[in-house]
């Protein structure tokens, strides 16, 4: 593609030896048409891809970048797709639905150099073969200990323990590439005028949410604006039960702000009516002629506690959230 052609270029210009990756793929796909009503699309794939390009890190001392490119690394992606459209009603009225839905597991089988892993530094994410692509690399938070307001961690081993050490990382199973996704819609008509709906969702996406790093700070960083949950959650005195620790008790980059991004959104709705075209044949010149209005993101459900889970990223930095937008208007055809 996307993106892709462009990219390559300035990579080969310090790697002649770079080259593109390659995929194998197998795809096994299924039409299922029910009394011309109902159509259920299937289709499952397994793909492979060898000679991924990877950031392998060198010597400084090698153009003094720290890294370069190489086509080093293999993956597979398994997963599955569905498609369903099912007209419910026809004439007079017109009510359709449709859904849509994905999974897709992947597993990194070949690094570079014979290496099992590689920690991918200031992600929070580790390249481990047997695991996904994504997943976090992470201290996991086990709360705040109730007589003193201490926080506390699990270590490797999964004790519990007051030190935070780098060294009690693990891979914790969740990822910020999500496995499940979709959508679904609907749409009713009746004598020009139409309904519709869409929906999308994401499930099983984890994003680290960064603002809460400096939201809840505990004194970190008394300069930015904190969170209500500082003096309402915050631990005060002995038996409090809570996730934020006593005054003073310094956050860390820990599983606490590791937050479920899945959600469900209604990303649009429409109202539209559509001009008979008996009416419009007479003016010999108007084809077509549509009155509508429409409303964009206009709810989300989710547990994510920032301005908006749905994002790509691993991490969520002051994101500017998806605007909630409104328009009307004419569409003439000539």
């Known amino acids: 593609n996307y993106n892709d052609n462009m990219g390559i ?6 790697n002649e030896d770079l080259g593109w990756e390659k995929l194998w793929t197998t795809n096994i796909a299924l039409h299922l048409g029910f009394v011309d009503r109902i159509n259920l699309d299937v289709e499952f794939y397994n ?20 890294f370069r490119w190489d086509n080093i690394g293999e993956m597979v992606n398994r997963g599955v797709e569905l498609q369903l459209n099912v007209d419910i009603v026809r004439r007079p009225i017109n009510w359709s639905i449709s859904a849509n839905v994905s999974y897709n597991k992947n597993k990194i ?10 920690e991918l530094s200031s992600t929070s994410t580790k390249l481990v073969v047997g ?3 994504g997943e976090f690399y992470i201290n996991r938070f086990a709360g705040v200990n109730p007589a003193n307001g201490d926080a506390l961690w699990l270590d490797k081993n999964g004790e519990v323990t007051t030190e935070f050490n780098e060294s009690d990382k693990v891979m914790i199973g969740k990822s910020y590439i999500a496995p499940w996704q979709g959508g679904f819609g609907t749409s009713l008509s009746w004598k020009g005028l139409t309904l519709s ?5 994401v499930a099983d996406r984890w994003m680290f949410n960064n603002d809460r790093f400096f939201e809840e700070s505990n004194g970190l960083y008394s300069a930015y604006n904190q969170s209500k949950r500082m003096l309402y959650d915050r631990w005060k005195e002995p038996g409090d039960v809570t996730d934020i620790p006593r005054y003073g008790v310094t956050p860390q980059m820990d599983s606490r702000f590791l937050e479920d991004a899945s959600f469900l959104r209604l990303k649009n709705i429409m109202l539209s009516y559509d001009f008979p ?3 419009l044949g007479k003016t010999h010149f108007i084809s077509r002629a549509r009155l509508y209005v429409q409303a964009q993101n206009l709810f989300t459900w989710t547990k994510f506690s920032g301005l908006d ?4 990223s691993n991490v969520y930095k002051a994101q500017y959230p998806m605007s909630r ?5 004419v569409a003439i055809t000539f």
């Open 9 to 14: 270029y300035p990579m080969q210009s310090g």
């Open 47 to 66: 793909k492979r891809t060898s000679d991924m390009l990877m950031s392998v890190p060198v010597s400084y001392a090698d153009k003094g970048e720290g």
């Open 109 to 118: 089988t070949e690094l570079y150099n014979g290496l099992d892993e590689y």
């Open 131 to 133: 695991h996904s692509v």
């Open 197 to 201: 709906a869409q929906f999308s969702w």
């Open 277 to 279: 075209r008996e009416l």
């Open 309 to 312: 889970p749905e994002s790509t």
């Open 325 to 329: 937008q409104y328009t009307m208007g």
